[in-house]
């Protein structure tokens, strides 16, 4: 069982960065691959980063590729999604979710665990 807290969300002007933290409960961090997603009121849910559970490998797709990335501490149980250049369209509720495989799946259905959410609001 592997519980997900995200944080760090807030309200920022357009082309400012947030740094969004996920942290996870159990001692088995590690066995775990990552992702990050996002959902629009009336939208489905998006991936926007996965990480393998090593941390050696990640993905970012083309939707915000090169202002997104993705990071992990395994000792600190700890995966980080690092935000830059925002949108006002990146307004929406971030989730991290954990599946324990190597490598990061990208699709929702996939993923074991899902944090609560943490509020993105950019203003233009």
């Known amino acids: 069982q592997v519980q997900l807290v995200e944080s760090g969300g807030g309200l920022v002007q357009a082309g400012g960065s947030l740094r969004l933290t996920c942290a996870a409960s159990?001692?088995?961090?590690?066995?775990?691959?990552m992702g990050w997603f996002r959902q629009a009121p009336g939208k489905e849910r998006e991936f926007v980063a996965g990480?393998?559970?090593?941390?050696?490998?990640?993905y970012i797709p083309d939707s915000v590729k090169g202002r997104f990335t993705i990071s992990r501490d395994n000792a600190k149980n700890t995966v980080y999604l690092q935000m830059n250049s925002l949108k006002p369209e990146d307004t929406t509720i971030y989730y991290c979710?954990?599946?324990?495989?190597?490598?990061?799946?990208?699709?929702?259905?996939?993923?074991?665990?899902w944090g609560q959410g943490t509020q993105v609001t950019v203003s233009s």
């Open positions: 159990g001692r088995t961090f590690g066995s775990y691959a």
């Open positions: 979710a954990a599946k324990g495989t190597t490598w990061a799946p990208r699709t929702t259905t996939e993923y074991d665990y």
């Open positions: 990480i393998s559970r090593s941390g050696t490998n990640a």
